[in-house]
């Protein structure tokens, strides 16, 4: 009863690394979303995925990269981390569309120095 | 392009006390529209989801509408108590071109005093 995951919780990185950020779900959803969440924008889809080596950006999706080669994992990796990418990172699924009820994961707050 | 706005940014109310939370939208062809709730340092809880043909929704002491003609959705909270303190956030579903997508509001802050 995971439903889903996400790790790690926090992370602090530098400048120019790379950083991957992983999202289990235990639901066998079709739809898989990655948010970011940032004072005064609300949260911003960044990338989303219809289902296993299906996936298609979001509004924000520059500096980032997906991947789903299982339907229950969804990792959001920054090849080159900015400042500017500081950020509380949410994944969220939903069963079968993009239109159904999503759910929410607790979240990575991410610290780029 | 679709916006959300929700207004007040922060409320805070005495424990007890009915209170309405407004979510405005600018597109009405929405699909559906959700409400979420968003502890401090946690992930958001889903509340309730209204379907575009319908006008409203009920959970317990939650009460949902939606008016897509005027672009409007509000959130009825009856007889407050303070663990409804949290971030209440609405997002719309909006079709385009094969898909779905949610726009979020930038939430209402609601504080219930004891």
């Known amino acids: 009863d995971a439903g889903i995951t996400q790790s790690p919780r926090y992370k602090i990185t530098e400048t120019g690394r790379q950083v991957t950020l992983m999202c289990h779900q235990t639901w066998s959803h079709s739809y898989m979303f990655w948010y970011r969440q940032d004072l005064g924008h609300g949260l911003r889809l960044i990338y989303y995925?219809?289902?296993?080596?299906?996936?298609d950006k979001g509004e924000v999706p520059d500096g980032y990269v997906v991947s789903r080669s299982k339907t229950e994992n969804f990792p959001l990796t920054l090849e080159s981390a900015t400042r500017s990418q500081t950020s509380v990172y949410f994944c969220?699924?939903?069963?079968?569309?993009?239109?159904?009820?999503?759910?929410f994961g607790p979240g990575t707050r991410l610290t780029v120095t | 392009k679709q916006e959300v706005t929700q207004i007040p940014a922060a409320l805070s109310v005495p424990e007890g006390e009915n209170l309405v939370l407004n979510c405005s939208f600018t597109d009405s062809a929405i699909y559906n529209l959700q409400w979420f709730r968003q502890d401090p340092g946690k992930g958001l809880t889903s509340l309730l989801l209204i379907q575009s043909s319908q006008r409203e929704q009920t959970s317990g002491r939650l009460n949902a509408s939606l008016d897509k003609s005027s672009g409007r959705s509000t959130l009825y909270i009856a007889a407050s108590q303070p663990g409804d303190s949290a971030t209440y956030l609405c997002a719309v579903n909006r079709w385009r071109v094969g898909t779905y997508k949610y726009i979020f509001g930038t939430g209402t802050r609601l504080k219930v005093l004891a």
């Open positions: 995925s219809a289902a296993a080596d299906i996936t």
């Open positions: 969220a699924s939903s069963e079968r569309t993009s239109g159904d009820e999503q759910y």
